[in-house]
């Protein structure tokens, strides 16, 4: 028997009675539900890999990538609730023995580009009638995570023929086009984490469309890359301007606790992402853009992006023409947007969803549910629903000292759209 209760009887029974916050069903105070917005509805599980990117078709397949490492396949395609199979074919998907070489006892990704080495994100456009199928497009990094010779996870140097963009014809299942970067444009640790595309005829001289990349390199020099899907042309823009830069000694709270980074080998870090979300507007003229760690929204006309390097003020003008459009409330996960010109933001810090509102100038909460635990990747259906990829990434091994305190299932989350919102079509 507890003290008080031999000396006090009456103060006893007043603590027994006591409400705490985990029991609020007594209380008579405000509480936080930790959730607002559309219904979430639990659309896929994920009970093998881990998932990292997701992209939707117009006929509700749901197509999803996944890093490795060890994984046997990095992109693939959900065929039930429950299970993905490799897409478009296990053989596309590099077995794990060929994801990386050595020159010299330096560490490099494999140099193969008929097929995927290391996939970080996915986007579909629609179908543009006689001229291009509804498309998967596929971001391979060339750069896996392997352990070295101390078990310490590492990411070798991607070199030319790895890192590339890969479009698979959603008619056919059919890869077409393959696309390669230079090591001038894309450097040794660059790492493409997102891509947004505008496709119409008049963007670029072969009127074949242009591909807006993120490169958010943890090492060095992220920035813009562009790549003009007719001639197959890449050229860098902004490299290493202020906005794109991560925030160094972000410390992020997850589920309420500050967070560190703890790699294996590693002393105590914060995460060091750079340049990450990348959404385009419907009329294509602006790309809002932000680094992984830091809380500012940032812009910039399109056309400075596809400005090249012939124009020598192209990068001057560029930097010039940056807005920064202020604080968000987080850091935010990568974007994506909707035909009403709305920019959504994954907010890892508040288990939420938020946008902006370019009509308005400001930040806006969408949804917030406590099974968002941390939204990587959004994609936007043609359905008018919301899907988000749910993956625990703060819970991943390579942050916590090699433990893996994630715990299966991972999900796909979808809700309905603001203002009868839908995918954006007039890029293509
Ligand atoms: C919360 O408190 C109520 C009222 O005392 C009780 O009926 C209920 O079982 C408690 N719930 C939990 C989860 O402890
Ligand atoms: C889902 O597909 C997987 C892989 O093809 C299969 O093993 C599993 O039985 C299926 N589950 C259901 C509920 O159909
Ligand atoms: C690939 O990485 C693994 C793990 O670090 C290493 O054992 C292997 O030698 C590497 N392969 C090549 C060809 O360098
Ligand atoms: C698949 O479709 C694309 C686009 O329509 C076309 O270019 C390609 O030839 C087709 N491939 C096969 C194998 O049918
Ligand atoms: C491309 O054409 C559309 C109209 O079809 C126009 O609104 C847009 O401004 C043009 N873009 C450029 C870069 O010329
Ligand atoms: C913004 O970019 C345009 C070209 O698109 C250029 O003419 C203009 O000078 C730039 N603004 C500044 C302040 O550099
Ligand atoms: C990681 O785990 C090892 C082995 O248990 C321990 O020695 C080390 O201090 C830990 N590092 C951190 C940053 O927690």
Redesign the pocket.
């Known amino acids: 028997m507890h003290l008080t209760t031999l000396l006090y009887p009456a103060l006893a029974a007043l603590v027994a009675a006591q409400v705490t916050f985990r029991n609020s069903s007594q209380t008579i105070l405000r509480v936080d539900t930790g959730a607002y917005g559309p219904e979430i509805e639990e659309f896929h599980y994920y009970y093998h890999q881990w998932p990292i990117g997701l992209a939707v078709s117009s006929t509700g397949r749901l197509f999803v990538c996944y890093t490795r490492g060890n994984y046997a396949f990095t992109v693939g395609e959900a065929v039930n609730k429950t299970a993905e199979e490799p897409y478009p074919s296990a053989e596309f998907n590099l077995p794990v023995s060929q994801l990386n070489t050595s020159f010299n006892g330096i560490p490099f990704g494999s140099a193969n580009p008929a097929g995927l080495i290391n996939v970080q994100a996915l986007y579909i456009t629609p179908e543009i009638a006689g001229k291009r ?1 509804e498309t998967l497009w596929v971001i391979d990094t060339g750069r896996p995570t392997i352990m070295d010779a101390q078990g310490k996870p590492t990411m070798p140097y991607g070199q030319p023929g790895g890192p590339k963009i890969v479009g698979i ?1 959603l ?2 299942d ?1 890869v ?1 086009a393959t696309y390669t970067f230079p090591a001038s444009v894309h450097y040794p640790d660059s790492y493409m984490n997102d891509i947004r595309f505008d496709l119409r005829p008049n963007v670029t001289e072969s009127g074949m469309g242009i591909a807006y990349i993120v490169d958010s390199s943890d090492e060095g020099r992220p920035g813009f890359i562009m790549l003009d899907l007719g001639t197959g042309e890449s050229w860098r823009r902004l490299t290493q301007d202020r906005s794109v830069l991560r925030v160094d000694r972000d410390v992020p709270s997850y589920q309420g606790h500050p967070f560190y980074q703890r790699t294996i080998g590693m002393p105590i870090s914060t995460l060091r992402e750079g340049l990450d979300g990348i959404q385009v507007s419907p009329d294509g003229e602006t790309v809002y853009y932000s680094p992984l760690t830091s809380v500012y929204l940032f812009s910039i006309p399109a056309r400075n992006l596809r400005e090249r390097d012939t124009n020598p003020l192209a990068e001057l003008e560029a930097k010039s023409n940056v807005t920064n459009l202020g604080q968000r409330g987080g850091d935010a996960n990568g974007f994506e947007g909707d035909s009403n010109g709305l920019i959504y933001q994954l907010m890892p810090e508040h288990n939420a969803i938020y946008y902006y509102d370019p009509k308005d100038l400001q930040t806006h909460g969408y949804v917030r549910d406590p099974r968002i635990i941390w939204p990587d990747s959004a994609s936007i259906g043609a359905d008018g629903y919301f899907y988000m990829n749910i993956n625990q990434l703060p819970y991943q091994p390579m942050w916590n000292n090699g433990s893996d305190e994630r715990t299966y299932p991972g999900a796909v989350l979808r809700c309905k759209l603001l203002g009868d919102g839908t995918k954006i079509t007039s890029l293509s």
């Open positions: 199928p014809a008619n056919n059919t077409y």
